[in-house]
C-alpha cells in the first residue's frame, strides 16, 4: 500500500517530473543551476569535470582577467569527482549526471529528454524568477569566454588540442551572440590584440581582437566597434570593405 502511494504521487509526464525537481532547486542556487545546465547543453562536445568546473568558475566574469584569476584558483579538489558529483547533485537535483568515458570522467544530461525540457521557451523564468529579465548571457557566452581564456594563457597540460580548443572558442562567441543578441564586447575588449594573436595565429589568420570577431561572425561587436572609431559604412553605396580600405590610408597618410 505504501509502495502503491508513493507511485501514484510520481507525474505522468517527464516535463512534470523535471519541474518538480526544479522546484525543490534553493533559489539562491538558481543562478548557479542556470549556468550549470547551460553549459552542459550548449557545448558541442563532451565536458570533462574539468572543463565543466572551469568553464563555470568564468560564467559570471566579465573580463578575461577575471576569468584568470578564477581559474588560477581551481584546485584539484574542485575538479575532483566526489565533489563534482555532490556540485551537481545539489545544484541540479540529478538532472546532469557524472559517468567515466575514455578512462576519465564527464559531466552529461541525465537523459536526452532534459534538454528538450530545458530548451523549452519559458524555462528560465520558471527557474530564475523576475532575475531572468537581467540576465543577458547563456551557456554559450559562458563557454566562450573559458575557452577563449584557455586559449590566450600560456598554460600547458590541457585535456585537449588547442587547435581544437581554439575552433570551439569561435563557436562558441559566435553562438553567444546570435543566441542572445547582445555583444560580448566588454570581454573582447579586455583581450589584448598581442594576447588574441598569440592565442589563434597559429590556426588561423587572427591577430587581433577584430580579426577574431570577423572570423567568428560577432556582427554586432564589429558594427559596435567600427562604429565608436567612426568608420560604420553608413552609405549603402559603400561596401565595408571600402569604408576600411579608405580609414586604412588615412591612418597612413597620418603616420607617415
Same mark, same amino acid.
Given at each position: 500500500? $505504501?509502495?502503491?502511494?508513493?507511485?501514484?504521487?510520481?507525474?505522468?509526464? &517527464?516535463?512534470?517530473?523535471? $519541474?518538480?525537481?526544479?522546484?525543490?532547486?534553493?533559489?539562491?542556487?538558481?543562478?548557479?543551476?542556470? $549556468?550549470?545546465? @547551460?553549459?552542459?547543453?550548449?557545448?558541442?562536445?563532451?565536458?570533462?569535470?574539468?572543463?565543466?568546473? %572551469?568553464?563555470?568558475? /568564468?560564467?559570471?566574469?566579465?573580463?578575461?582577467?577575471? /576569468?584568470?584569476?578564477?581559474?588560477? *584558483?581551481?584546485?584539484?579538489?574542485?575538479?575532483? &569527482? @566526489?565533489?563534482?558529483?555532490?556540485?551537481? =547533485?545539489?545544484?541540479? %537535483?540529478?538532472?546532469?549526471?557524472?559517468?567515466?568515458?575514455?578512462?576519465?570522467?564527464?559531466?552529461?544530461?541525465?537523459?536526452?529528454?532534459?534538454?528538450?525540457?530545458?530548451?523549452?521557451?519559458?524555462?528560465?523564468? =520558471?527557474?530564475?524568477?523576475?532575475?531572468?529579465?537581467?540576465?543577458?548571457? !547563456? %551557456?554559450?557566452?559562458?563557454?566562450?569566454?573559458?575557452?577563449?581564456?584557455?586559449?590566450?594563457?600560456?598554460?600547458?597540460?590541457?585535456?585537449?588540442?588547442?587547435?581544437?580548443?581554439?575552433?570551439? $572558442?569561435? +563557436?562558441?562567441?559566435?553562438?553567444?551572440?546570435?543566441?542572445?543578441?547582445?555583444?560580448?564586447?566588454?570581454?573582447?575588449?579586455?583581450? #589584448?590584440?598581442?594576447?588574441?594573436?598569440?592565442?589563434?595565429?597559429?590556426?588561423? *589568420?587572427?591577430?587581433?581582437? &577584430?580579426?577574431?570577431?570577423?572570423?567568428?561572425?560577432?556582427?554586432? +561587436?564589429?558594427?559596435?566597434?567600427? #562604429?565608436?572609431?567612426?568608420?560604420?559604412? !553608413? !552609405?549603402?553605396?559603400?561596401?565595408?570593405?571600402?569604408?576600411?580600405?579608405?580609414?586604412?590610408?588615412?591612418?597612413?597618410?597620418? /603616420? /607617415?
Amino acid at each position: 500500500a $505504501a509502495l502503491r502511494q508513493i507511485i501514484s504521487e510520481f507525474p505522468l509526464e &517527464l516535463d512534470d517530473y523535471y $519541474a518538480g525537481i526544479v522546484k525543490q532547486i534553493s533559489e539562491s542556487r538558481r543562478f548557479d543551476t542556470f $549556468a550549470i545546465l @547551460e553549459i552542459v547543453v550548449r557545448s558541442q562536445r563532451q565536458l570533462s569535470i574539468e572543463e565543466f568546473i %572551469g568553464a563555470l568558475q /568564468c560564467a559570471p566574469c566579465a573580463t578575461l582577467d577575471e /576569468c584568470w584569476a578564477a581559474l588560477a *584558483e581551481q584546485t584539484l579538489e574542485q575538479t575532483s &569527482l @566526489e565533489k563534482t558529483t555532490r556540485l551537481i =547533485r545539489d545544484y541540479t %537535483g540529478g538532472l546532469l549526471e557524472v559517468v567515466p568515458a575514455r578512462g576519465s570522467w564527464i559531466v552529461q544530461l541525465m537523459h536526452q529528454t532534459v534538454k528538450d525540457f530545458i530548451s523549452t521557451p519559458g524555462f528560465m523564468h =520558471r527557474l530564475l524568477g523576475p532575475e531572468a529579465n537581467e540576465v543577458f548571457e !547563456n %551557456g554559450h557566452s559562458f563557454l566562450a569566454k573559458y575557452r577563449i581564456a584557455w586559449a590566450v594563457s600560456n598554460s600547458s597540460g590541457w585535456a585537449m588540442s588547442a587547435s581544437e580548443n581554439a575552433l570551439l $572558442a569561435i +563557436y562558441h562567441a559566435g553562438m553567444s551572440e546570435s543566441t542572445t543578441g547582445i555583444s560580448q564586447r566588454r570581454f573582447i575588449d579586455s583581450l #589584448t590584440n598581442e594576447a588574441v594573436e598569440q592565442g589563434f595565429r597559429r590556426f588561423l *589568420e587572427i591577430n587581433s581582437r &577584430l580579426s577574431f570577431a570577423v572570423i567568428a561572425d560577432l556582427r554586432l +561587436y564589429v558594427r559596435e566597434t567600427l #562604429t565608436e572609431i567612426n568608420m560604420i559604412n !553608413n !552609405n549603402p553605396s559603400r561596401s565595408l570593405l571600402y569604408s576600411s580600405l579608405s580609414s586604412t590610408a588615412e591612418t597612413l597618410k597620418d /603616420c /607617415c
